[in-house]
């Protein structure tokens, strides 16, 4: 699975390396080398503007979405923290998944994720979880599959109300291959940018050739290096958490 990442590049290095036509955004985020379940992520996307025709120019946008996916027919909110992932697998049968996967499809930029290994401490005996964190060796950004969806809180009477809809989203996941099979057997998928377009155009919904586009992550060698156990509450955050131990 992938729980928790880093991703502290500048929006306008991500709206530059991406390619996006708009940044939907009123309040930027900060970077964050600790990112978690719940926390507003970047997120690319293309869509066409609410409002528009029907024939209206599709528009890649990039915009803070919601980590963890709330089903649209979901009676809570509370539904997202179990969905931060979705295996690559079975995403097209999942009730949860599937339509997203058709319809609403993006990519989450990272530097890196973070892993946990049971390691046994040499001075107690005693097994403790040990963080690592896996990035591309040329340090590139990583462009994460994710879907994404609409959720309409039942308690906001005004559909134009910007606080009736709230947009949510979830990893894809994938067999940890390279350094990363080493630490977990699962991995966040990443995308290659000769992928990016057919990924996120939503005219594109065939699911055997979405499917094809996620046969292997991106190309690429992977670091892996143990890190502080600071990674571990989510409270903490800064560079240091990436530090060698």
């Known amino acids: 699975m992938c729980g928790r ?19 939907r955004v009123e309040e930027t985020l900060t970077p964050s080398w600790n990112v978690a379940p719940t926390d507003e992520v ?3 996307l293309e869509r066409t503007p609410r409002g528009a025709d029907e024939d209206a120019e599709v ?15 979901a009676k809570d909110v ?46 107690t005996g005693r097994t403790r979880k040990q963080p690592y964190f896996i990035h591309p060796e040329d340090g590139q950004v990583m462009a994460l599959a994710g879907l994404y969806e609409y959720w309409r809180d039942p308690q906001v009477e005004r559909d134009d109300d910007p606080a009736a809809w709230l947009m949510t989203c979830t990893i894809i996941t994938t067999d940890a291959t390279d350094a990363a099979g080493r630490v977990h057997p699962r991995m966040p998928l990443a995308l290659t940018d000769d992928h990016y377009d057919a990924w996120l155009d939503p005219a594109h919904q065939d699911p055997d050739e979405l499917r094809s ?28 958490l990436l530090d060698p131990v």
């Open 5 to 23: 990442y880093a991703s502290t590049r500048s929006p306008e290095d991500l709206v530059q390396h991406f390619r996006v036509d708009d940044l």
């Open 78 to 123: 509370r539904a997202g923290a179990r969905m931060i992932n979705a295996r690559v697998e079975t995403l097209h049968e999942k009730p949860a998944f599937r339509r997203a996967f058709t319809r609403r499809r993006c990519l989450l930029p990272a530097d890196g994720f973070y892993e946990w290994q049971q390691v046994k401490d040499d001075d």
């Open 213 to 240: 586009l996620l046969g292997s992550p991106a190309d690429g060698h992977l670091d892996v290096r143990p890190v502080s156990p600071a990674v571990n509450n989510v409270g903490n955050n800064g560079p240091h």
């Open 42 to 44: 970047w997120a690319v």
């Open 59 to 73: 528009r890649r946008e990039m915009r803070p979405l919601r980590w963890g996916l709330v089903p649209s027919w």
